[in-house]
């Protein structure tokens, strides 16, 4: 089975190389890092202390994990912590955000590369988030005598259909997972079909929900709102990790409110820094001020705001009186609510979560977030932004959120058992 995986790897990599290097190195101007990728720039123990090498994807899993390595760091500061990531976005937000003691890009799948990473990294445990199965990674941990954690686990209806599809193969790939944290009983239950035992299987919540932020004292928001030009008088409306389909969307809505009323504000942020040119585009056919949030200088008056700077966008859900988060109203799946909801804010989120499925679901129940199908549903929301009935759904969000926290004592428990034993 690993032979033919290496072999298809291969092929694969000949063809995609050439898209992945015009892409990366002339088209979004990124370093390619294929050092990393190749295992020639690898960080190493040399002190034989304990040490964990985390993986995260991309923005995301990084942002999942931040706080869970804190406190690891934070109780066992003797340990080496290692953190890899596969894409930019990712790699620049855990060298702003993650305190370790190597951060590098997620080498080649390749038995070879893998193996010069152990042997210079020497892991007591390798920690995986969501759903990180790489076949030769998981399978050279096992021959080494690694332990395997995957925590924040979870398993999205689009993935589970392909892994159900090849399950005989994944059971066997799944095998070499010492232990699974999952999110949710869904997951679980989903892992079991595909062949996991029962009894590796731990449901421990979602570690995003075990947000550490500093709260804003109503001075501190108004100081920042006035940082960002922002005067009493304005409501905000912070549409989070937008994707391509949603930011017209909610320019028409935001336009047609702006009719009644004018002391609205938008701020769009982007998912992908690559589309911050295309949305620019996009909000010049509306007759409005804008800026970018780089270009922005103090005192500036604006009526629409591109956020196009990573790791900030926590801060402007703090000053926002209404939180439209993306990727939602597209059939992608949706991003996460959590952070709107850690400041108590109204949130209204599109028909498309399944990527937060069972957060949202509660969040439902409690009436504490507001699903929009269409321009017509984001037009009555904005128009209720200064309503009664949102300070009630803000502070459900907030008491939402604290019901679910938990997952990183839970995590830090198993990681202890796995590094001391």
């Known amino acids: 089975m690993y032979l033919i995986y290496n072999v298809v790897l291969f092929f694969l990599l000949l063809i995609y190389f050439p898209y992945f290097f015009i892409k990366n190195k002339f088209i979004r101007k990124l370093p390619l890092n294929l050092k990393d990728r190749f295992g020639k720039n690898i960080p190493e123990n040399e002190r034989d202390t304990k040490s964990i090498w985390f993986h995260a994807v991309s923005m995301g899993e990084v942002l999942s994990i931040q706080n869970l390595i804190s406190e690891v760091k934070k ?43 152990f042997q210079k990294i020497k892991p007591e445990l390798l920690i995986l988030t969501e759903s990180e199965f790489w ?18 686990g979870r398993i999205s209806d689009n993935s589970f259909k392909k892994y159900y599809l090849f399950r005989y193969l994944f059971k066997k790939i799944l095998a070499n997972i010492s232990l699974f944290l999952v ?32 709260k804003c004292n109503p001075k501190e928001i108004e100081n920042l ?59 010049k056919e509306f007759p409005v001020k804008y800026i970018r949030k780089s270009c922005f200088k103090e005192n500036e ?24 988060v993306g990727g939602s109203l597209v059939p992608k799946g949706g991003h996460n ?29 409690r009436k504490a977030v507001k699903i929009v199908r269409d321009e017509k549903d984001l037009i009555e929301a904005i128009s209720k932004i200064d309503s009664k009935e949102y300070i009630g759904m803000g502070r459900r969000a907030y008491e939402t959120l604290c019901a679910l926290q938990g997952a990183i004592k839970i995590t830090l428990k198993y990681i202890e058992m796995f590094i001391n034993n």
């Open 75 to 117: 109780i066992h500061s003797d340990w080496r912590i290692y953190l890899s990531t596969l894409t930019p976005t990712g790699f620049e937000i855990a060298n702003k955000k993650i305190e370790a003691d190597g951060i590098f890009y997620f080498p080649l799948d390749f038995p070879w590369i893998i193996r010069k990473y």
């Open 135 to 152: 076949p030769n990674l998981l399978n050279e941990a096992k021959k080494m005598g690694i332990k395997v954690l995957l925590v924040n």
């Open 183 to 214: 999110q949710s009983s869904k997951d679980r239950e989903k892992l079991e079909k595909m062949g996991v035992e029962s009894d590796k299987i731990i449901v421990a919540g979602n570690l995003k929900a075990d947000i550490s932020i500093k």
């Open 225 to 283: 709102k006035l940082k960002m030009g922002i005067d009493s008088s304005k409501k905000v409306i912070v549409a989070g990790s937008t994707l391509k389909g949603e930011e017209e969307k909610l320019l028409k809505a935001f336009m047609e409110i702006r009719k009644k009323k004018e002391n609205i504000l938008l701020i769009l942020a982007p998912r992908h820094p690559e589309r911050f040119e295309e949305v620019e585009k996009l909000v």
């Open 301 to 324: 008056k604006w009526d629409i705001m591109i956020l196009d700077t990573l790791g900030e966008l926590i801060n402007f859900y703090a000053i926002c009186d209404l939180a439209f």
């Open 337 to 365: 609510i959590l952070e709107p909801a850690f400041f108590g804010k109204p949130i209204f989120f599109g028909p498309f979560y399944n990527n937060f499925q069972d957060i949202v679901e509660r969040f439902l129940e």
